[in-house]
Antibody
């Protein structure tokens, strides 16, 4: 069964940092682009970043450029999102997703709350 | 990044059809892109439904009923998700998505109510 499990969310103060992880199983992780997508409470979906199979290409939404870094470890079947200089508006559920053209599947998400 | 416009809400009765739209900005031609559609129910992650490029290039997500279909209205620069034979379980939020240039973009979502 293809599965994605996010972890690392929590409460962090504005200006702080957090590292999210996404553990993949049930498929050849190194063969797929991977993405992070977030959803603020009661709001819609916002794509955050994605990364190529070998990590050689990365793209970000403008609002996180220079603050967030996406990375992966194919040996550990894991995807990461390092989030620095966090702001209140970064508060959201963060999902990781496999790119097969569409995003499919999605993980269950991990909640990040930025508040003092 | 461009904005994809979806009506915030739509409603229809069981057994009827629902036509959900996703309008692209005028500088992006709908005919040039795959339009991806997702369904999200409260408390769950989004679920991939289908993509539509043309009648000869389209795809259905695994296990997605054929009641869900996609199309485009080039004159309106719009992608369309059609749900026929509405069921109560179709009540959910629906999102469109495209890759215009080095970034994925989602529409704001449409909340579909099955009356």
């Amino acid at each position: 069964e293809v599965q994605l499990v996010e972890s690392g969310g929590g409460l962090v103060q504005p200006g702080g940092s957090l590292r999210l992880s996404c553990a993949a199983s049930g498929f050849t992780f190194s063969s797929y682009w991977m993405s992070w997508v977030r959803q603020a409470p009661g709001k819609g979906l916002e794509w955050v970043a994605n990364i190529k199979q070998d990590g050689s290409e990365k793209y970000y939404v403008d609002s996180v450029k220079g603050r967030f870094t996406i990375s992966r470890d194919n040996a550990k079947n894991s995807l990461y999102l390092q989030m620095n200089s966090l702001r209140a508006e970064d508060t959201a559920v963060y999902y990781c997703a496999r790119e097969t053209g569409p995003f499919d599947p999605w993980g269950q998400g991990t909640l990040v709350t930025v508040s003092s | 990044q461009p904005v994809l416009t979806q009506p915030p809400s739509s409603s229809a009765s069981p057994g009827e059809s629902a036509r959900l739209t996703c309008t692209l900005p005028s500088d992006i031609n709908v005919g040039s892109y795959n339009i991806y559609w997702y369904q999200q129910k409260p408390g769950s992650p989004p679920r991939y439904l289908l993509y539509y490029y043309s009648d000869s290039d389209k795809g259905q997500g695994s296990g997605v009923p054929s009641r869900f279909s996609g199309s485009k209205d080039a004159s309106a620069n719009t992608g369309i998700l059609l749900i026929s034979g509405l069921q109560s379980e179709d009540e959910a939020d629906y999102y469109c998505m495209i890759w215009p240039s080095n970034a994925w973009v989602f529409g704001g979502g449409t909340k579909l109510t099955v009356l």
